[in-house]
């Protein structure tokens, strides 16, 4: 079965900083793709980034990047120059093949940006 | 271009009764998914709907029940509430049911459940 960890629950930062947020997934899946959502307090999930399990290069958005392990099952956020505005909950999710829309997320990290 | 929109934003209702949670999905996306998140919990998914079909349910009973209409909006209902329902139900629509990609969601319906 398909799972997802996140096993830091908070973090904090300071402004300006650059800050790794922890995901581990399992799957026996050869294909799969890996997602990172905001979630600011008013509740909307917030696309940031994607990883396609045969993606040769970690992928990146702006401010955002994909540390992809995949020999170790990892695929943790980094945010560089962190903003106040960064302060959030973050999941962690993952997508079967052929099964678009049908995430599997972790619990969530709450990251907290100090000024 | 319209985002995905849920209604109600916030509703309170007691065990037993039944709620319908309304969406309407991004212009142009024949995919909806329901999830629920639990409070301090990750989105779990409910199911999906991808014209007019259901495509797909996760761990959730079969009071649990949607709809989606031509125009591929969508509905969520909720028969014989229980106390556990409570949650925020977020609402998911993508342009493609086989291609895994961006998903993009409303704001929810938090529901709570005395």
């Known amino acids: 079965a398909q799972k997802i960890t996140q096993t830091q629950p908070g973090m904090f930062v300071q402004e300006k900083e650059a800050v790794t947020l922890d995901c581990t997934y399992d799957?026996?899946?050869?294909?799969?793709?890996l997602f990172w959502y905001k979630q600011p307090s008013s509740g909307e999930m917030i696309f940031l980034i994607y990883?396609?399990?045969?993606?040769?290069q970690n992928a990146t958005e702006g401010r955002y990047s994909l540390n992809f392990q995949k020999a170790r099952k990892s695929a943790n956020l980094v945010i560089s120059a962190s903003q106040l505005g960064d302060s959030a909950m973050y999941f962690c999710?993952?997508?079967?093949?052929?099964?678009?829309?049908?995430?599997?997320f972790g619990q969530g990290t709450e990251l907290s940006v100090k000024p | 271009e319209t985002g995905v929109t849920q209604s109600p934003t916030h509703l309170i209702k007691t065990r037993g009764q039944q709620v319908t949670l309304r969406c309407s999905s991004q212009?142009?996306?024949?995919?909806v998914s329901w999830y629920q998140q639990a409070l301090g919990q990750g989105p779990q998914f409910i199911f999906q709907?991808?014209?007019?079909?259901?495509?797909g349910r996760g761990n959730f009973p079969p009071r649990f029940s949607g709809l989606q209409f031509p125009n591929y909006s969508s509905e969520l209902n909720v028969n014989a509430l229980e106390l556990d329902d409570s949650a925020l139900y977020l609402c998911?629509?993508?342009?493609?049911?086989?291609?895994?990609?961006?998903?993009?969601f409303g704001e929810g319906s938090r529901l709570t459940v005395l």
């Open positions: 998911a629509s993508s342009p493609s049911v086989r291609v895994a990609g961006e998903l993009f």
């Open positions: 799957t026996s899946d050869p294909s799969y793709g």
């Open positions: 990883q396609g399990s045969y993606d040769q």
């Open positions: 999710a993952m997508s079967r093949p052929k099964q678009g829309g049908k995430l599997i």
């Open positions: 212009s142009g996306h024949n995919t």
């Open positions: 709907y991808y014209r007019e079909e259901e495509n």
